[in-house]
């Protein structure tokens, strides 16, 4: 292909064989990688929007390779003509699926005419566009057909990458490139709350990174719900959220917006020490004997957590790091709940998350909070 420009320049572009070596691909991912800011995964290959025999087109985008996969399609990064890069989530729709891929996209649809309203800082994923292989209403005719859901912005990293050697301070705390990221997460849940959304999928691999300083993007937030103020939802065991990020009350009562800072309280342990409190292949908190049998288990687990995390918060607070903050003081609030035995206050709201005291240099000047006080009988952010 040749362009000509005014007078003699002349652009000639064709296909030569090196773009299809490594040593090429390579070059081109760290350099696309670099561009969307932090270190390029290894497993996301910035493929060139021309289509080749063995890539696949969707529309106009060129997918490469899997970017995750989840129980309801897979995720592509992909690339168009304009260089423009996004996100493609394909979803197999078949009978017996078709109404919750249409009740996603309708989610998706209207968090992203909320986001677009209300988040000026694109802390949540925005649906760009749906592709139907088969048109958009699905047919009975039909044994499946493919959905394709462009999302944006496209994030090459998420806290998957940033949870360990980039993050973790053990003792110490999080480094502070982890703790303004987390922060930022923080912020988007904010977002979403302010407009009456829970995510309720919170978790390291569903908040995305992008840009220098980093930048956080909530993902996946297609079973995202909208409550009404001082509303709540009623309980659906196994139907959102993956175990060991549930709150105790998400599959058992009624709940509302807490259960997302539950979730982000998990986060925050492991951005910390590089490892989960507690797992278990099933939810302790749902109802049945095989779940209730672990719940003495869980309780000594999550004690086990709760006093490091005040015992390293502590020491911190008195000797800290440079480099590093402690957020254990805040942890401890976040993953209140109500049967546990020493730590069964109300769980903060997102405001008081994002004003609590053991932020220190990260605290930007906000309207100071009602103190509560733990169970450890000290104050916020003296635990």
Request: a neutral charge; proline letters at 6%.
């Amino acid at each position: 292909m040749k362009i000509q420009l005014a007078g003699k320049l002349e652009y000639c572009f064709q296909w030569t064989e090196f773009a299809a070596k490594d040593e090429f691909m390579e070059r081109r991912r760290r350099y696309v990688a670099g561009a969307l800011g932090g270190p390029p995964p290894a497993n996301i290959d910035f493929e060139m929007p021309t289509p080749l025999p063995n890539k696949r087109v969707m529309g106009n985008w060129t997918l490469g390779d899997a970017l995750g996969a989840g129980g309801h399609g897979r995720v592509f990064f992909a690339s168009d003509p304009s260089g423009n890069v996004a996100a493609i989530k394909v979803v197999e729709r078949t009978s017996r699926n078709c109404h919750g891929v249409d009740k996603e996209i309708q989610t998706l649809q209207e968090v992203t005419n909320f986001a677009q309203r209300s988040d000026d800082g694109e802390r949540v994923l925005r649906m760009a566009e749906v592709i139907y292989s088969n048109g958009e209403e699905f047919s009975s005719k039909t044994a499946f057909d493919n959905v394709a859901i462009v999302l944006k912005p496209m994030t090459p990293q998420t806290f998957g990458d940033l949870v360990g050697t980039r993050s973790k301070g053990g003792s110490n705390g999080m480094t502070i490139e982890a703790a303004a990221a987390f922060r930022a997460a923080l912020l988007g849940v904010k977002v979403m709350h302010d407009g009456r959304w829970l995510h309720r999928d919170l978790k390291p691999t569903n908040i995305g990174l992008i840009g220098k300083p980093l930048r956080s993007v909530l993902l996946d937030v297609g079973t995202s719900r909208h409550i009404q103020a001082g509303g709540s939802l009623r309980p659906e065991p196994g139907t959102v959220g993956t175990v060991g990020y549930l709150a105790p009350e998400l599959e058992l009562e009624d709940y509302d917006h807490s259960i997302d800072i539950w979730s982000m309280g998990i986060i925050l342990f492991e951005l910390t020490y590089n490892y989960h409190p507690w797992k278990y292949a099933i939810n302790p908190w749902r109802d049945g004997k095989t779940n209730e049998a672990l719940r003495p288990s869980f309780q000594k687990s999550y004690q086990n957590a709760i006093d490091k995390m005040v015992r390293d918060y502590r020491n911190a607070r008195v000797s800290p790091a440079k480099g590093y903050i402690h957020l254990g003081g805040l942890f401890a609030e976040m993953v209140r709940y109500r049967w546990a035995a020493n730590n069964h206050a109300q769980r903060p709201d997102i405001d008081e998350v994002l004003q609590h005291p053991a932020w220190g240099p990260l605290l930007l000047e906000s309207p100071q909070v009602k103190r509560r006080r733990l169970e450890y009988d000290l104050e916020d952010g003296e635990v």
